[in-house]
T-cell receptor, first 113, second 116 residues
Framework: KNQVEQSPQSLIILEGKNCTLQ??????????LRWYKQDTGRGPVSLTI?????NTKSNGRYTATLDADTKQSSLHITASQLSDSASYIC????????????FGTGTRLKVLA | GAVVSQHPSRVICKSGTSVKIECRSL??????MFWYRQFPKQSLMLMAT?????????EQGVEKDKFLINHASLTLSTLTVTSAHPEDSSFYIC????????????FGPGTRLTVT
């Protein structure tokens, strides 16, 4: 069964600190993995997209890693800011004729001053 | 970048009435549009997938007669919640993919539906 699991479910950190969010997946056939940021009451916004052959991709203070062998991805946030408070969703795409998107349950991050 | 809009952003309706939510791709042709529902503190749940000009494919457990989806053009899809009940109150989000990058999902800002 195609599944995407994220951990932790929620996280509270102080402003300026770093944090790492995890995403484990059992999806086949794998196409790509994307991290989204969703502010409360808004639609998700893409942070990074990674294909099978990519190990690391950065977008400003966000760095995503992908280990296709262990089927794990992480999103590292450096020098967190209050505006980083949001839900972070890992989505894995499957291709079997058409694209299908498997959503993780998300990690709710709260950054405190 | 590709932009997807939704209208309205918030709507309050009375129980038993119907409400229509629009999803538009503003600067690209959306061959496929997805409709999601999201309850508080939960992730997005796919309701249906619609391809332009054809009937929508609904996920298991989603009533097609209650949630009417129309994808009449390459830039517009609508979701109509018929005979709304308070339990239909939720955050509805659409997304779209285009021909150039079918793996790229662009999300709308969402519509908050409250049924009283």
């Amino acid at each position: 069964k195609n599944q995407v699991e994220q951990s932790p479910q929620s996280l509270i950190i102080l402003e300026g600190k770093n944090c790492t969010l995890q995403c484990n997946y059992t999806v086949s056939p794998f196409s790509n993995l994307r991290w989204y940021k969703q502010d409360t009451g808004r639609g998700p916004v893409s942070l990074t997209i990674m294909t099978f052959s990519e190990n690391t991709k950065s977008n400003g203070r966000y760095t995503a890693t992908l280990d296709a062998d262990t089927k794990q991805s992480s999103l590292h946030i450096t020098a967190s800011q209050l505006s980083d408070s949001a839900s972070y969703i890992c989505v894995v795409s499957v291709t079997s004729g058409t694209y299908k998107y498997i959503f993780g349950t998300g990690t709710r991050l709260k950054v405190l001053a | 970048g590709a932009v997807v809009s939704q209208h309205p952003s918030r709507v309050i309706c009375k129980s038993g009435t119907s409400v229509k939510i629009e999803c538009r791709s503003l600067d690209f042709q959306a061959t496929t549009m997805f409709w999601y529902r999201q309850f508080p503190k939960q992730s997005l749940m796919l309701m249906a997938t619609s391809n332009e000009g054809s009937k929508a494919t609904y996920e298991q457990g989603v009533e097609k007669d209650k949630f009417l989806i129309n994808h009449a053009s390459l830039t517009l899809s609508t979701l109509t919640v018929t005979s709304a009940h308070p339990e239909d109150s939720s955050f509805y989000i659409c997304s779209a993919t285009g021909l150039r990058s079918p793996y790229e999902q662009y999300f709308g800002p969402g519509t908050r539906l409250t049924v009283t």
